[in-house]
């Protein structure tokens, strides 16, 4: 059996039917919802990121860009809501083709800039002169699409296109040319690969998971404001998580997400700030003691891990 | 209108030269980014309140305390994180994440301690020293010192002050840099960290200087923004990183005295846009960043000034 | 190969400037498939600079590269891998988390060779790397580098092979061993330009050698020749003498 196919068959559809299976046994679904949004994310920065080395700083711009995408089909245009997820996607997909000369800068200046396009990308949908477009600061309020369980449906569906694609990236000529590029671009190109076109595609691919996450997001909570959708929080989480289990690999993000997302949940809600002292530290902590994630202690040991 | 304008922004252009010197200094010499910058402001902004409410003396008493404490800090940190972050496979992007993750502990621990409510001081307050000293010797009223005339234009004395003290900041960092035996050593380490750690130079010993006077002068920055952004919560920290790094990037990173140029050319778009077109002044430190990094990533004064 | 047949590549005049030095001021030569062509100089001469705008690293400034016909000068790397056109790198820099094997795939997957390429066991038993075909290539000591920088040229069936410094940091016996896997390369047809400071090794595997000075191409000919240059010698000897 191609290794592909067994990836698919032992990680993709067991995580793919424990979602779809959770909500009814377990009674709080936003966790559940909240959950696959975070392996979505942790995914989609461990293709740009664990794939090509770029650090997606301001990933969330994607993220809010795709749920104001949603937002605006519904309220300006009152499309279905699967059309506006798809459009979430493409709005994703837009801004990343927008930021591509990004893609020019290297290292800690790729980081930053992206991080400041995220936050100009906040700053122009939150900006009062466009309330007519976005509602500015006012936030969005989108009672006709309501509808959790069809949203929550939607979401599984992105994680299981989303973990399709890594699988595929995983075992593919393509990823592991996008692996080349991200250890040294030079030789990769006299190897005949055309990096410019990769990075731009990893680019575009992770963009689109990330409006897709941010049109199911919209769709599901239906009330938000800029704050919370372009909240910096939601690229810091899908990078520690991905980091935290590992990136390269399928499993590490699923890993981080699963433990680091579970003790938030644990700890997060009583007491905001010690939660934030503890998780400040686990990040200094991983960095200095577990750079390469979890999964390193099994790759140390010569152990493959998909 | 347009003069006001010009003399605000050059005065708070100077002052953004100050937020932003530190975290240029501190990646010119070790390649990190310092994400945690902002926070460290935060604290030098609770330097100034506790030196306010415990001693109920000029702020500006705070500009040397807050110095010294982090510098020290910052020599301290620089033991703890930065030997074992250089030694990882990818240290500046790993930095990123690292003091982001300071951030975090920062934020957590002021929050803790003091609350997330929105703190200030009375402008007044600062530089009544000034005030005093001139009733010492000249006689006459002690009283608040009223606002600063330039160009028959009133701005607050604090603006001033912050203006003035960042001035001589940015003076003594030249000293330091071309004028001390460790500046010149620093500029080494800054130019080619490789070839200076082969030429026998302690580089730990440059960088971890570097590092706490990178600290010591966003604390000491930190210790005016509550006069110049009204007030200071524990979470003002990230947004003043970004900031800082729109300062940098458009003097050019990696050269501490091209700052003091990008500090001038933010604060005077910052306040035209202000003055000319309000409701976007929010855009304008992340617009500039992306465009000065396409357009001339290596800031405005390039290289040239860093080899002439 | 005879002297008469139609070169391979045609590099005339070519100008690479950074800022206001001239790296490649006016420099021409020419090599035809099969023959091993030498570049020495002192260095900063021009001669790392002359592979990189070859290798399509940097687009010339002026000038002319020609390779079948067709003009090359400031086409993509990729494409001129494409074209038949690879290099060595004075460091290498192979994919170092990649495994040794991954390393030659991707070259393999993605050069695009005109005929079929060799397989990737044979480049790993040709080029003494199946020991350590499954260990990541940050593993490998500095020549196994090298040689697997050589070998991921290989898997994109170049016709026209650059190769800079290859031999430094070689012990003989394996200085011995790879002056033969050139020679044998050389002789199915690739072209093969070598930029080396080892005078011994270029003697013996070079056919002609192109002395270079100052961004340009002072001697064309047997290197046995250029020794007894003049010019040659002041170029070589003039800055010590100096000094």
């Known amino acids: 059996m191609p290794s592909s196919l067994k990836h698919l068959l032992f990680m993709v559809v067991p995580l793919v039917v424990i979602f779809a299976v959770l909500p009814g046994v377990y009674q709080n679904h936003l966790l559940l919802f909240n959950f696959v ?53 493409l709005v994703g997909v837009a801004l990343g083709l927008l930021l591509t000369p990004l893609l020019r800068l290297s290292g800690a200046y790729f980081a930053i800039a992206n991080l400041a396009a995220s936050l100009a990308v906040l700053h122009f949908v939150a900006n009062p002169a466009l309330e007519s477009v976005t509602r500015g600061p006012y936030g969005v309020a989108l009672s006709g699409t309501f509808d959790p369980n069809m949203a929550y449906a939607a979401a599984v569906v ?71 959708v372009f909240s910096g929080d939601f690229s810091i989480f899908a990078i520690v998580f991905a980091l935290f289990g590992g990136v390269a690999t399928i499993t590490g993000p699923i890993i981080g997400v699963i433990m680091l997302y579970g003790i938030y949940n644990l700890i997060g809600f009583t007491a905001p700030q010690y939660f934030q002292l503890i998780y400040g530290l686990l990040i200094m902590g991983l960095v200095l003691f577990l750079p390469a994630g979890l999964v390193s202690l099994a790759t140390r040991r010569g152990w493959h891990v998909p | 209108m347009l003069i006001y304008a010009l003399v605000a922004g050059v005065l708070f252009g100077l002052y953004f030269s100050l937020v932003g010197i530190g975290l240029n200094l501190v990646f010119g010499v070790m390649r990190i980014v310092n994400l945690a910058h902002g926070d460290f402001l935060m604290l030098g902004a ?163 200087a570097a590092f706490g006077i990178g600290l010591g002068l966003a604390a000491v920055a930190g210790v005016f923004a509550p006069f110049m952004f009204g007030s200071v919560t524990p979470a003002f920290g990230a947004d003043a990183t970004v900031t800082s790094f729109a300062i940098v990037v458009l003097g050019s990173l990696g050269n501490p005295l091209g700052t003091a140029l990008g500090g001038v050319v933010y604060g005077v778009c910052y306040m035209m846009v202000q003055t000319y077109l309000s409701s976007w002044a929010d855009l304008l430190p992340y617009v500039l960043l992306i465009f000065i990094l396409l357009l001339r990533p290596s800031g405005l004064l390039g290289r040239r000034v860093r080899v002439a | 190969m005879s002297p008469d047949s139609k070169p391979i590549l045609n590099v005339s005049k070519v100008v690479k400037r950074f800022g206001g030095f001239y790296a490649l001021d006016g420099l021409s030569f020419h090599v035809v498939s099969g023959e091993i062509l030498g570049l020495v100089g002192p260095n900063g001469s021009g001669k790392t600079t002359a592979i990189n705008v070859i290798s399509g690293l940097y687009a010339p400034d002026g000038g002319e590269i020609v390779m079948d016909g067709v003009s090359i000068g400031g086409m993509a790397s990729h494409k001129l891998v494409h074209r038949g056109v690879n290099r060595t790198f004075q460091v290498p ?76 940091g070689l012990n003989p016996t394996e200085l011995d061993w790879i002056a033969e896997r050139i020679k044998a390369l050389a002789q ?40 007894q240059v003049p010019q040659v010698i002041e170029v070589f000897l003039g800055g010590e003498h100096a000094a």
């Open chain 1, 37 to 89: 949004i975070f392996l979505i994310l942790a995914q989609g920065v461990n293709i740009i990121y664990g794939f090509t080395g770029y650090l997606p700083f301001g990933y969330v711009g994607f993220f809010g860009a795709g749920a104001y995408g949603f937002a605006i089909m519904v309220m300006q245009y009152q499309t279905p809501a699967v059309l506006a997820v798809i459009v979430a996607g």
């Open chain 3, 93 to 168: 820099k192979p994919f170092m988390s990649l495994t040794v094997r991954q390393n030659i795939e991707v070259a393999l997957a993605y050069g695009r060779a005109a005929v079929t390429p060799p397989t990737t066991e044979a480049l790993l038993d040709e080029y003494r790397l199946a020991e350590v075909a499954d260990r990541p290539a940050a593993d490998l000591n500095n020549v196994q580098q090298k040689i697997l920088d050589l070998v991921r040229a290989l898997a994109t069936r170049p016709r026209l092979l650059l190769l800079d410094e290859l031999a430094a």
């Open chain 1, 158 to 228: 992105v994680m299981a296109l989303t973990l399709v694609f890594v699988v595929f990236l995983k075992n593919s000529r393509f990823g592991l040319a996008l692996q080349a590029v991200r250890e040294d671009s030079v030789s990769a190109s006299m190897a005949g690969v055309d990096v410019v076109r990769m990075r731009v595609i990893a680019w575009l691919a992770s963009a689109l998971v990330a409006g897709l996450a941010g049109g199911v997001y919209a769709w599901y909570v239906s009330v938000f404001y800029p704050d919370n």
């Open chain 3, 188 to 227: 199915t047809g690739i072209a093969i330009i070598v930029v080396e400071h080892l005078m011994g090794f270029i003697e013996h595997i070079t056919d002609r050698v192109i002395v270079m000075n100052a961004g340009k191409e002072i001697f064309e000919g047997k290197l046995a020749v250029a020794v």
């Open chain 2, 46 to 208: 609770f330097v100034a309140f506790g030196i306010v409410t415990l001693a109920g003396i000029d702020p500006l008493f705070a500009v040397p305390l807050a110095f010294v404490v982090f510098l020290l800090v910052g020599v301290l940190l620089y033991w703890v994180l930065v030997p074992r972050l250089q030694g990882s496979v990818n240290p500046e992007m790993l930095s990123i994440i690292l003091f982001f993750g300071l951030s975090q502990v920062i934020e957590a621990i002021t929050t803790i301690f003091s609350g997330t409510s929105e703190r200030s001081i009375q402008s007044r307050l600062l530089g009544t020293v000034f005030s005093t000293i001139k009733v010492k010797l000249f006689g006459g009223k002690p009283g608040p010192a009223g606002p600063v005339h330039i160009f028959g234009q009133g701005f607050p004395a604090p603006w001033v002050i912050a203006a003035g003290t960042s001035l001589l900041a940015i003076a003594l960092v030249y000293v330091y840099l071309y004028r001390t035996r460790m500046g010149t050593l620093t500029r080494a380490v800054m130019s080619r960290r490789d070839e200076a750690l082969a030429t026998g130079i302690d580089v730990d010993r440059i960088s971890a």
